[in-house]
T-cell receptor, first 111, second 113 residues
Framework: GQQLNQSPQSMFIQEGEDVSMNCTSS?????WLWYKQDPGEGPVLLIA?????ELTSNGRLTAQFGTTRKDSFLNISASIPSDVGIYFC???????????FGKGTKLSVKP | SQTIHQWPATLVQPVGSPLSLECTVE??????LYWYRQAAGRGLQLLFY??????ISSEVPQNLSASRPQDRQFILSSKKLLLSDSGFYLC????????????FGSGTRLTVV
C-alpha cells in the first residue's frame, strides 16, 4: 500500500531555534495535511494544502505542498516549549479515499 | 459547530475481559468515522472506518470489532482483551469525501493488565 516517509523521527532543539520536517511519498497526492498531537491528546489539524506549490502559514508555522505533489514540508520558526509534541503529515490521493499518515516527528524543546 | 466525543478517557481492563469504547459526533450528518490505535506515542494505525450506518471496513485483522448502530455513533469492541490490545485509541470523523482532513477525539488510554 501507499506509504509516507516522514523525517526526522525525532528532534531535540533549543528554545528559539527553527525546525524543519518533511514527508515524501511514492504516490502523487491531491491534499497534504499537517497535524500536531500534544501528549495524551488527539492530533489537531495545523495546516491543509490543496495545490501543488502552495505555501501556507499559520502563525509561526509554514507548510508547502511540493511541486511534484509527492512531498511536503513543515517549518516552525522560533520554537517555544509548547511546540513539544508529535507532528504528523498526511496525504490523500484522490478527492475521496482515506488519509495516509506518516509515522510522526517527535519534537522536544529545551527551555 | 461539529464536535466529537470519545469516552472513557482512560481504562484499565484485565486480560480476557470485554471492551466497549464509544465515539459520537455532533453537528454533522453522514460523516465518515474512523478508529485508530497508537502504540508507544508514535504512529497511527487505522483499525476500522465506516462510510455509513452498518458499513464497516477493517484494515487490520485482529481481536477487535467495530459497529455503527447510528449515523453519528461508532463503537469499538472486543470480546476478550489481550495484553497486546493496550494502547491509545483515537476516534475521528470527516466529511464524506475526506478532503478537509479528519477531526480526532481526545482518545482513550487502554491498559490491559
Amino acid at each position: 500500500g501507499q506509504q509516507l516517509n516522514q523525517s526526522p523521527q525525532s528532534m531535540f532543539i533549543q528554545e528559539g531555534e527553527d525546525v524543519s520536517m518533511n514527508c515524501t511519498s511514492s504516490s502523487i497526492f491531491n491534499t497534504w495535511l499537517w497535524y500536531k498531537q500534544d501528549p495524551g491528546e488527539g492530533p489537531v489539524l495545523l495546516i491543509a494544502l490543496y495545490k501543488a506549490g502552495e505555501l501556507t502559514s499559520n502563525g509561526r508555522l509554514t507548510a508547502q505542498f511540493g511541486t511534484t505533489r509527492k512531498d511536503s514540508f513543515l517549518n516552525i520558526s522560533a520554537s517555544i516549549p509548547s511546540d513539544v509534541g508529535i507532528y504528523f503529515c498526511a496525504g490523500q490521493e484522490g478527492s475521496q479515499g482515506n488519509l495516509i499518515f506518516g509515522k510522526g516527528t517527535k519534537l522536544s524543546v529545551k527551555p | 459547530s461539529q464536535t466529537i466525543h470519545q469516552w472513557p478517557a482512560t481504562l484499565v481492563q484485565p486480560v480476557g475481559s470485554p471492551l466497549s469504547l464509544e465515539c459520537t459526533v455532533e453537528g454533522t450528518s453522514n460523516p465518515n468515522l474512523y478508529w485508530y490505535r497508537q502504540a508507544a506515542g508514535r504512529g497511527l494505525q487505522l483499525l476500522f472506518y465506516s462510510v455509513g450506518i452498518g458499513q464497516i471496513s477493517s484494515e487490520v485483522p485482529q481481536n477487535l470489532s467495530a459497529s455503527r448502530p447510528q449515523d453519528r455513533q461508532f463503537i469499538l469492541s472486543s470480546k476478550k482483551l489481550l495484553l497486546s490490545d493496550s494502547g491509545f485509541y483515537l476516534c475521528a470523523w470527516s466529511v464524506s469525501w475526506g478532503g478537509y482532513g479528519y477531526t480526532f477525539g481526545s482518545g482513550t488510554r487502554l491498559t490491559v493488565v
